[in-house]
């Protein structure tokens, strides 16, 4: 009947009905599909109709998201619709590829002329709904964990001031086993009154209502616990704006116990430093929050090897470079370190001195902020390190005779294969390029024989020189045995070419006068790159080797690549 009108319905209707841009179908009292729209074709990227009819029961998955049966469900849908009128539902559908369509379909009973009874299937894509609301949902999911995850005990409330969520650093912090309960009992984690004599509960709803009209506010607030055991923290509010929505207020609450834990620790430790001060093997300096500095120790007056406390004090620029390493002015970072430091109330760094006789005295400072009277004062404890300066340089001395070719200078084979393993190791997330360049001297054994090895090793010495300067400073440069050398570079396959064409073209242009005989040294190269994550280095310098071969059976003097 796919290609009949119902008699039950007049042609307008008909052509209505058929051609409306909404995925429609009919039954018949038997529960047949008898009919469709147009759109339904359109729906599923069918031919046409009598394929939509031929193929429906493929329309659908074997089982729906709730576990039933399409099949058996679509007939009790069905016939809940003709008991009762109307039935609206969700439903999976797929396409012939089997690519899931979530769908919701409204069955409408009507009555045709002859008494009979069917049923019109309204079926609604959910597609775009459903995507939309996933994302909502993963939002949502993402904002929880973020709002779970934040290591500062965090709770938001509403404009009538009543707390609509916490994170689990809350109930951490308060030894709460679920939200609910701390919510409920957030009234008893206050005492009654605040350190300056105001009601607790007063004043949180004080702090909370300048924070809606404000936008913010920072305080400190005395907490407790059920057992009533204090807890020092400061208080952040933020109000948050959430669009068309009503604003809420975010608290961020910092646990301050081991803050003022360390500042009273601080103080008692202030009023014994006199007894140790001046016995201290470190050097000791005090400094005012302008960044004056207003004491040192007997430690300090030995390091720089000075007079008195006051030579120090006095002649304190005198005892700094004018640059730091890093090519700072000193003077100018002073003041900035000092208020960093009351800031963050501790900061460690590598710092450059000198003494009255010009020399560098490297030192580790660290400073930290210490409560004194009504405000802070920073102390400056420096470490000398020369010493240990010292001895690295000794290791990395070592370090470099242990990785370095002992006729050329150079990085031996030993040090280029851990180096590029790591690189390529540490580079298998993405497919940066790493490029491979072998080239050894040609004829090399011809200079030996003729000439001798001293001659050789020179002509060794030479080429390593000459490949060096034309090579930039990132490039990891290795004799990797006899008169054959390596070159990792982080290149292109293009650019790694032109960087051998350019240690080509000047190792052709050195004059190697060996006694009255001018030798002429050119070298061939090979090129391969890292094609693959999964390349390993020993593939890709077989790939350069195999290119090098091609460089030497093509004439010497050139640049082979490999396209593998």
């Known amino acids: 009947m796919t290609n009949k009108h119902p008699g039950e319905v007049e042609e307008w209707h008909w052509l209505t009905y058929a051609n409306m841009p909404l995925y429609c179908s009919f039954y018949n009292q038997n529960l047949k599909k008898i009919e469709c729209s147009h759109e339904a074709v359109n729906f599923f990227g069918l031919k046409d109709k009598q394929e939509y009819m031929d193929k429906f029961s493929m329309l659908s998955p074997e089982y729906q998201p709730d576990g039933s049966c399409s099949k058996d469900k679509a007939v009790e849908m069905l016939q809940l619709a003709m008991k009762s009128g109307r039935n609206v539902f969700e439903w999976m559908h797929q396409d012939l590829n089997g690519d899931a369509i979530p769908v919701e379909v409204t069955l409408v009973r009507v009555e045709m002329r002859d008494g009979s009874k069917g049923i019109i299937a309204y079926t609604k894509d959910l597609r775009e709904m459903k995507a939309a609301e996933a994302k909502v949902n993963e939002a949502l999911k993402r904002t929880q964990i973020l709002l779970d995850a934040t290591p500062l005990c965090c709770q938001l409330w509403d404009e009538n001031l009543n707390m609509i ?239 370095s070719d002992t006729l050329t200078g150079v990085y031996n084979r030993r040090y280029f294969n851990q180096y590029a393993a790591h690189e390529f190791s540490t580079q298998k997330i993405t497919l940066s390029y790493i490029g491979i360049i072998i080239f050894d001297i040609d004829h090399f054994k011809r200079v030996n024989d003729t000439y001798g090895h001293d001659a050789g090793d020179e002509a060794l010495k030479l080429v390593s020189a000459a490949a060096q300067s034309a090579l930039r400073e990132t490039d990891l440069f290795a004799r990797y045995g006899g008169e054959e050398f390596i070159v990792l570079a982080h290149l292109n396959l293009y650019d790694s070419a032109k960087l051998a064409e350019r240690v080509c073209k000047k190792i052709e242009k050195i004059e190697f006068m060996y006694g009255t005989d001018k030798i002429p040294l050119t070298i061939s190269a090979g090129v391969a790159i890292r094609k693959k994550v999964t390349q390993t280095l020993e593939e890709v310098i077989k790939n350069a080797d195999m290119a090098l071969y091609r460089a030497k059976t093509n004439g010497r003097n050139r640049v082979e690549v490999c396209e593998e």
């Open 165 to 403: 969520d916490c994170n689990l650093e809350a109930l951490r912090l308060f030894d709460f086993k679920n939200k609910r309960e701390f919510i409920e009992r957030f009234p008893e984690l206050s005492p009654k009154y605040q350190p300056d004599l105001q009601l607790s509960k007063n004043k949180a709803v004080e702090m909370l209502k300048f924070a809606f009209q404000r936008g913010g506010c920072v305080f400190e607030w005395m907490h407790q616990k059920l057992n009533c055991e204090p807890i020092p923290t400061e208080i952040t509010l933020a109000r948050v704006e959430l669009g068309d929505g009503p604003n809420v207020i975010a608290g961020y609450t910092r646990d301050l116990r081991q803050t003022k834990a360390a500042e009273l620790k601080a103080k008692e430790a202030y009023e014994q430093s006199k007894i140790m001060f001046e016995a201290m093997p470190l050097g000791c300096t005090f400094w005012d929050e302008n960044a004056n500095l207003i004491d040192c120790n007997n430690e300090v007056v030995r390091l720089f090897e000075l007079k008195n406390k006051r030579e120090f004090l006095d002649r304190f620029l005198d005892l700094l470079p004018e640059r730091q390493p890093d090519g700072n002015l000193s003077r100018d970072l002073i003041p900035q370190l000092i208020l960093y430091a009351i800031r963050k109330e501790k900061l460690v760094f590598e710092w450059m001195h000198k003494n009255l006789k010009d020399h560098l005295i490297p030192t580790e400072i660290t400073l930290i902020r210490v409560r004194y009277s009504l405000g802070y004062i920073v102390l400056g404890y420096i470490r000398d390190l020369r010493e240990i300066k010292d001895k690295i340089s000794k290791l990395n001395f070592a370090e470099k005779l242990a990785f």
